[in-house]
Structure formats: C-alpha cells, structure tokens
DNA sequence: GTCTATAATCAGATAGAC
DNA sequence: GTCTATCTGATTATAGAC
C-alpha cells in the first residue's frame, strides 16, 4: 500500500492527496472493499478531512470517477469530431476512440493508470456501469457508433453494437491490469505494456468489424 | 433481492441454497459488497448456517467459485482436446473454447448464468483474477493458445497471447452482463442475448486473429 | 482547515442450547 | 443440523475544540 504514495505526493495538497489514494484504492479493490480510514492513511491525512471535503463515502466515489471523467471525455470527442467531418478510414476512427485512453495510460502521472483501472471495474460491474457510465462516455460512444455506421451504411445496427461491445470488453480488460497476461505467457507479455496493446488493437478490431459488418 | 431467490429454492438443501445466494450476489455486487446476513436472509437460512458449512466468508467465497469450475473446465479441456486431435479450422477452436460458457449461459438454471457473471467479476478483478483464475482456468487457456500456435506456426507468440486478451475481455464484458448495450442500443440489443453473442464472436475473433497472427 | 473524540451501526465469527 | 444470543472489532459519519 505504502509503494502507491508517490514520494512527490507530500507537496500535492490534502485534498488532491485524498483522490489521488481514494483513485488507487477502489480501482484495486472496489468501492466496498475499501474504507475511508484505508483512503486517510494512503494519503496521509486525518480521517474526517475526507468527510470535511467530499462528504459521505459515495460521494466521494463519485468525485473520483468524475474528475477525470469530463477531459477524457471531451478529447474523445474532439477527436471524434475531427474525424467525422472528413471521410476517414476505420482504422482512423477506432484509433481516435482509443487514443485518449492511450495517451491517459501512457503518461508519467500513476493516478491516470489508476483511474482507468478503475474505469475498468465500473465498465464490467452491473452495478456501477448503470449508475456510472451514462454520466459522461455513453455520449462518446453513440458518436463512435454513428462513425461506423457512415463506414458500414449496409450493417444492421445490432451487428455494430454487438462489435463495439466486444471492443469495450477488450479496452476494460486492458485498463485493468489484471497481470494475467503476463501470467499465462510466463513473462513474454506485460499488462503495462500499452504501447503494444493499443498497437495490436487497432488492427485487429479492424479486421474483425469488417468481417461482421460488411 | 427476493426476485432472485426462486421458487423451487424451497425444495434444495440449505447448503445449496446458500451457495446459490452466495453466488448470485457477490457476481452483482463483488466480494466486499455482499454480507454473510445478505447472502443467509435471500437463501431463507439463519446466519449461522454459513459459517457452520462453509467456515470463513473467503472460504464460502472460494466454495462458491470451484463448485462449478471444475465442471467448466473439464468440458473445455474435453473440446479442447478432441480438436486438438485433428486439424482444425480457426472457428472451430475458438468455438470449442467458447462453447461450454455458451452451453451454461443458456441453460435453464439461472445459477449458471450468475456464475458467469463471477468468473466475470474475477477476471477483471486485479486483485481476485491473481488468486483465483489459476486455480482452474489458465490450464485450459494455454490449451487454447497452444491450439491458436498450431493453426498460426509463424506467428510471433506475443501476437497470440495479445489476441487472446482481447478476446478474453470481449468474453468477460459478455459474461458480466452489464445491460450497457441495451442502454446504448436503445433496446435493440440485449446483454442476455447469448446466442448472438456468440453467433457473431466467432467470425469477429476468428477475423481478428487471422488478421494479426497471420 | 485540521484533528480528537465519540456516537451509532453493523460486520464476521462463534459459543452453547436444542 | 439448526437457531438464539452475544462478543469483538471495525466502519461511517459527525460534533466540537483548536
């Protein structure tokens, strides 16, 4: 636990601290398997000082998903935007809807790595996803849609659904860091080796998307 | 909560019913999220029921998990094996992988359908999928990826392990049964559509895989 | 803003009667 | 096997001093 406080940590103020440790936490271990005290002690400040900023437990919860949330989710669609003024390729369009997360987990700033990890947890629980996700991406991900369907006319919608959903599922477990990879391939693949997962990503859901939608 | 205990739950042993509850909420709401008072109030059983069967909430929480993990396992290693056998298409191995999650989500036993949404919740998990997914599952995944080498000779071993990654959290989306695409799909598309699902997974996989290991 | 102290609740676990 | 009762400790949340 003491490993994820950053040595640069201490100058940051209190209440960044508390979300900076309240992000690392519950994208570990999830909202009910942390406590405030746990979050208190990560950041190093007294335990009402998370009560005195942010209120109740949820609340804060949803200080952390949100603060991150809105960037990420204006330079999707900036991005996106961008790219359906022109015609573009597929690849091009998957690649503008992954390159805010590929930028996010490639930087220095950990608390990025964590927050997506923690976007992943949200994504894949039937709980959090429906409280959370139509807060700020579901926008994102219509406009993805709509860009498909200018590239595939001829696709029945529920086709497009269902490959963006597989994409979605293959993004969330990225985010996650689950280790698993580097597990089952005895240390060949890393989980943070982004650089390759984006990179083998676009391809790949390229392929797939025309062979289901054209 | 009461919609999920069934009717004919009356009839089972206790026991069952406590894995069955057990079961049914830690995939809705994870480990921490789920009370021993929860899980005995929806199995109709006194509290101290838990602990005399199962000891510790962990050990009840691991009982849950291996029960029907072996089974799982088992009959991916049985396809797994009978392809392996003979030469194989792509879409044959992906499907046999596939097929006994298939099989299960299908079922009329609502129970399998919540185990899924466990083995989701653990794969995803940082922190579960390291103590969990090897007890059973990762033998059956180096199966698979020693299958995808035969079909793939000269592909590099770091592209397989990243496509099987991608496909795995397509899978784990699918099992999690989030409702995230009926939401944005506007209905048109459902989480518990299994037989898309899977309908479209193999072409969409068996494309992508072709695509970057080929 | 910060910390101490505490209230109120609820958790997991078990002892012991039946 | 089953249930009542309870112990122990932890948790959220807050009131109030500084």
Redesign the pocket.
Known sequence: MTELATQNNKEI???ERILDSAEALFAQHGYDG?????IAKLAE?????????F??????FHAVFDRRAQQLSDQRHKLLAAQQSSMQTLEQVIEAFLMPLKMAQQTEDPGWRNYLALLAYVMTSPVWNKIMMSKFFDKRVVEFIAALKDIFPNASEDKIHWCYHYMSGALALTLAQTGRIDRISNGKCQSTDFDTAYELMVPFMAAAFRKVCD
């Not at 942390?34 to 746990?38: E, N, W």
């Not at 209120?55 to 804060?60: A, E, F, H, R, V």
């Open positions: 103020n209190k209440k942390v406590t405030i005290r746990q400040v007294d335990v009402a000082l998370a009560n005195y900023h209120g109740k437990k949820l609340d804060l």
